[in-house]
């Protein structure tokens, strides 16, 4: 039976469009894609993402486990930071993409993807060295994401902490709305903003304040459709599109947070030897040239030749055209190359670009 999270009710209320997104009953849209789309691009957007899991890793080798089991480098972080990774399985095929926040050398929390949350927590329990704890807290921890321009004086109204002051993947701890939570500089949207996390008794409550108090900046309630295409035209991975067990972080354009220079961790060996041959093939952004929108496993030409497999696409609300994404082999993965895509039979030219397909500045303050 799917779950509800404690904003369910308000989607409802919104007549949101409800669907089953990974066992949990989530909003897709309340107006439409586009349109609220521009709201977080332009003003302020609320997402609920309570479906998010989060463990809890505490102890005196709880560095070192997370060394261990993800391929960035969490020795380099300090109080208060957060750390962009993944979990890869021996062969370097990734288990999942997540966040690691560090509270203290013996305090950590791994934001996990919704439809990952039991088998992450299976692998991560399965290489749990003695002392070392290994919570799962995902159902009962809530999630909002608070995206956009004018996110920041809006939240800054309810909180004494200087929100600026925080920088991006950095978080603190603290008060808002007067409730207890993590404020983290963190989100998928490519905009300035927050996700707040709090105990789900106190959800209703936040979600009226943040609504009351953002009517004249036009907030509004925005669901996965439009968190999707965000993501996409900042060229951010999907988990079960762009990134599965049977891609690896090199491939994947995530050589940037697979630290190969760490000591040991699991599927290093793989992955040092993908990085000295270079990998078959890329995860390129390409741009529609023709007008056509690219769907998951469309396949890609060059010329007569298949390229490629589409892995995420749309309609970019901020371009007007058609974007994607998809893995091509190395020699084709070049800015600038012409491909195909095969849209039922029918071939329509696209290019290779360079990523992000919009640009990222606003996430700086």
Known sequence: MSK???????????????????????????????????VVRNAVGVFDVSHMGEFMVS??????????????????????????????????????????????KKKYM??????????????????????????????????????????VGILQSFTDIPLKEIGFYHFAEG??????????????????????YHDPADSLALWDALFEAGKSAGIQAVGLGARDTLRLEMKYALYGNDIDKTTNPIEAGLGWITKLNNEDFI?????????????NRRLIAFKMLDRGIPRHGYSLYLGEELAGTVTSGTMSPSLGVGIGTGYVHRE??????????????????????????????????
């Open 175 to 196: 008060t808002l709305a007067g409730r207890k939570m993590i404020i983290s500089r963190t989100g998928y949207t490519g905009e300035p903003g927050f996700e707040l």
């Open 267 to 279: 599927g290093k060996d793989i992955l040092v030897k993908v990085k000295e041959e270079k990998p």
């Open 59 to 104: 102890g005196k080798q709880a560095e070192t486990f997370l060394q261990h089991i993800t391929v960035n480098n969490v020795a380099q972080l300090i109080d208060g930071q957060a750390q962009y990774s993944a979990m890869c399985y021996p062969d370097g095929g990734i288990v999942d993409d997540l966040i690691v926040y560090r509270f203290h």
């Open 332 to 365: 084709w993965a070049k800015i600038g190359t012409e491909l195909f895509l095969d849209v039922r039979g029918k071939r329509l030219q696209a290019l290779i670009v360079k990523p992000p397909f919009v640009d990222s500045s606003p996430l700086s303050f």
């Open 4 to 38: 509800k999270t404690p904003f369910y009710d308000r989607h409802i209320a919104l007549d949101a469009k409800i669907v089953d997104f990974t066992g949990y009953m989530m909003p897709i849209s309340y107006t439409s894609i586009n349109q609220e789309h521009q």
């Open 110 to 151: 791994m934001v996990v993807n919704a439809s990952n949350i039991d088998k992450d927590f299976s692998w991560a329990k399965k290489h749990l060295p003695e002392g070392v704890t290994l919570r799962n807290d995902s159902d009962n921890i809530a999630l909002l994401a608070v995206q956009g321009p004018e996110s």
